[in-house]
């Protein structure tokens, strides 16, 4: 079974701190993705990764970063939180770009910034 | 863009009847269409996907439609249990270096 972990299932944090959400999973899988999920507006894909050292941005990139320096590996970096970044962040991750694949998610990290 | 869309927002069933979740997508480069659940406090879960040159595909106890022509996509889950109630999502997309695009996704709930 594929299994994708989250370093944190709830985090709380101050406004104006950084933040590092981690992401592993364990399937050699090429592609990595970060998302967050809010009430009424569904999943929203913040940065993408295909492979080691390689980003994408997604729709909502900005506030964030990201970092992906193993494989196995995907990092999400809030460099200054804010009180809109409160959200459920969730890391998924797939096979490869080569054919048709299914994205497996982690169970996700809530994020309060007070 | 483009956007992966849901007809109803919430569904409620009785316990044994079918359920149908429908989707509408407007991409129409979209060849691959997958359906997740996310029951509360998880992630979403893989239930089945389909691909375009298809029209139907069957799992256990769920079936996946997709009418190309309307840019339709349905889930129908048969003998609904009361562990089916959860967040339903669409997601639509292709091979190559393009994510999947999402929908907002249904609540379902059965009613025991």
């Known amino acids: 079974d594929v299994k994708v972990t989250q370093s944190s299932r709830y985090l709380v944090k101050r406004t104006g701190e950084k933040v590092f959400l981690e992401c592993v999973q364990d399937m050699d899988h090429e592609n990595m993705f970060w998302y967050r999920q809010d009430p009424g507006l569904g999943l929203r894909l913040i940065y993408f990764?295909?492979?080691?050292?390689?980003?994408e941005k997604g729709d909502i990139p900005e506030g964030y970063s990201v970092s992906r320096e193993k494989k196995e590996r995907f990092s999400l970096i809030l460099e200054s939180a804010s009180t809109n970044q409160t959200s459920m962040y969730l890391c998924?991750?797939?096979?490869?770009?080569?054919?048709?694949?299914?994205?497996?998610f982690g169970p996700g990290t809530r994020l309060t910034v007070l | 863009g483009e956007s992966v869309g849901l007809h109803l927002p919430t569904l409620s069933v009785q316990e044994g009847d079918n359920s149908i979740i429908n989707c509408a997508y407007s991409?129409?480069?979209?060849?691959?269409f997958i359906w997740y659940k996310q029951e509360s406090g998880k992630g979403p879960q893989f239930i089945i996907d389909i691909r375009s040159n298809m029209d139907k595909r069957q799992g256990q106890r769920v079936t996946v439609l997709l009418n190309k022509t309307v840019k339709h996509l349905s889930l129908q889950i048969a003998a609904t249990q009361p562990g089916d109630s959860a967040v339903y999502f669409c997601?639509?997309?292709?091979?190559?270096?393009?994510?999947?695009?999402f929908g907002k996704g249904t609540r379902l709930s059965v009613i025991a």
């Open positions: 991409n129409s480069a979209s060849d691959y």
């Open positions: 998924a991750s797939s096979l490869n770009s080569l054919s048709y694949n299914e994205q497996f």
């Open positions: 997601a639509e997309g292709h091979s190559g270096n393009t994510p999947l695009v």
């Open positions: 990764s295909y492979d080691v050292k390689m980003k």
